[in-house]
C-alpha cells in the first residue's frame, strides 16, 4: 500500500491551483468538472510518482472552517531558507520561517496557502 493523495476542500480552485502551481512549483496533473455532483476535483504534485494533493472545490462554496484536528502537509526542500525566500517573493505568506526545530536539528518552515492550511518545509539532510 501507499499513500496516493490528501484532499482539500478550497474556496476558490483557480486560486488555489495558482498557489500550488506557481509559488510552490507544483504541477497541475488534472482538472476535471462533475456538473451534475456540482463540483471539480483538480490534483497537484511533482509529477515523481509520489503523493498529490487534491483539491476539491464545491461549487458556491466560497469557504470551510479549518478546524483543530487538521495538522500540515510536509514537503522535503533542499534548502527551507531559500524555499521561504521563494514563497513570499512569489507572494506567499510564510507563517514560521526557517530554522530548526525546537527541541531539534532538523531545519523547518512553515507556509500557508490562500485557505489557510499550513504547508510545513523540511530541509533534506545532508
Not at 8 to 29: N, Q
Not at 92 to 121: L, N
Request: charged share 30%; net charge negative.
Amino acid at each position: 500500500m501507499k499513500i496516493l493523495h490528501t484532499m482539500l476542500r478550497v474556496g476558490d480552485l483557480d486560486r488555489s491551483i495558482a498557489f500550488y502551481t506557481a509559488v510552490l512549483d507544483m504541477k497541475l496533473l488534472s482538472r476535471q468538472d462533475y456538473p451534475d455532483g456540482k463540483f471539480t476535483l483538480a490534483f497537484v504534485g511533482y509529477g515523481d510518482g509520489n503523493s498529490e494533493i487534491e483539491l476539491t472545490h464545491n461549487w458556491g462554496v466560497e469557504k470551510y472552517e479549518l478546524g483543530t484536528a487538521y495538522g500540515h502537509i510536509a514537503v522535503e526542500v533542499d534548502d527551507a531558507y531559500a524555499a521561504c525566500e521563494r514563497v513570499k517573493a512569489r507572494g506567499g505568506r510564510v507563517t514560521r520561517e526557517a530554522g530548526p526545530m525546537k527541541h531539534g536539528s532538523t531545519v523547518i518552515a512553515f507556509v500557508e496557502d490562500p485557505d489557510g492550511y499550513k504547508v510545513e518545509f523540511i530541509q533534506r539532510k545532508a
